[in-house]
């Protein structure tokens, strides 16, 4: 299993500027990834966080819009950039244990993302 | 494109009822399927991982089922409670980490 810890956990933003969220695993993991709520819908995913390389993009979702770094095997961080209404969802840091093709997803609490 | 649907949207019981939530996925070309749990704003917990090759898992009050053939997993909820009230997921892993995730069903147990 894996504990992760996100921050912020919730935030209120204004319109055009940025925000990145943190995601601290309690152990090495592999795998990680950023999925995105929009209010009332399921996940999305936005990104696989890949350690010490460039994140892997879902379509739809661009490095300029979210950055994301990944410096070690325990550490994220997800930027949401110039941030517009569209942007409020919740965002949520997940993780694969494991060295299998498949295996168990654990999330963190997720950050609650309001722009005004 | 896998395809996961959730019946129903939502469901309201009262205390003490068995309940049966639904998860239908379009290809069963599937490694794996997880079951959690999401209370109002907040991360999702793990209920149950089936892996391909298994029919079911149990944990307390929780039984999930997996059809790969048919596409069809159920998850069994006995002697429910007001604290189990939350949005239930069905995810399923179908190739090298894709997962997809369902619309989940929001479930509201009444004292």
């Known amino acids: 299993s894996a504990v992760i810890s996100q921050k912020p956990s919730r935030d209120i933003c204004q319109r055009g500027t940025s925000l990145t969220i943190q995601c601290q695993v309690d152990s090495q993991v592999t795998m990680m990834f950023w999925y995105r709520q929009q209010p009332g819908q399921s996940l999305t995913l936005i990104a696989t966080a890949n350690q010490g390389s460039e994140a892997t993009y879902e379509s739809g979702f661009v490095i300029d819009k979210f950055p994301i770094s990944r410096p070690n095997l325990t550490f994220s961080t997800l930027t949401v950039s110039n941030m517009s209404p569209e942007d409020s969802s919740i965002y949520l840091c997940s993780v694969l244990p494991g060295t299998g093709i498949a295996g168990e997803l654990f999330f963190g609490e997720g950050s609650r993302l309001t722009v005004l | 494109k896998q395809e996961v649907t959730q019946i129903p949207a939502a469901l309201s019981v009262p205390e003490g009822e068995n309940l049966v939530l639904n998860c239908s996925f379009t290809d069963s070309a599937i490694y794996n399927l997880q079951w959690f749990r999401q209370d109002p704003g907040k991360g999702l917990t793990s209920l149950l991982l089936?892996?391909?090759?298994?029919r079911e898992q149990t944990s307390g009050r929780l039984n999930a089922s997996l059809d790969k053939s048919s596409g069809r997993s159920t998850l069994y909820i006995a002697a429910s409670q007001p604290g189990d009230s939350a949005t239930y997921l069905c995810a399923v892993a179908g190739g090298y980490q894709k997962v997809t995730f369902g619309t989940g069903t929001k479930l509201q147990v009444i004292p």
């Open positions: 089936i892996q391909s090759s298994q």
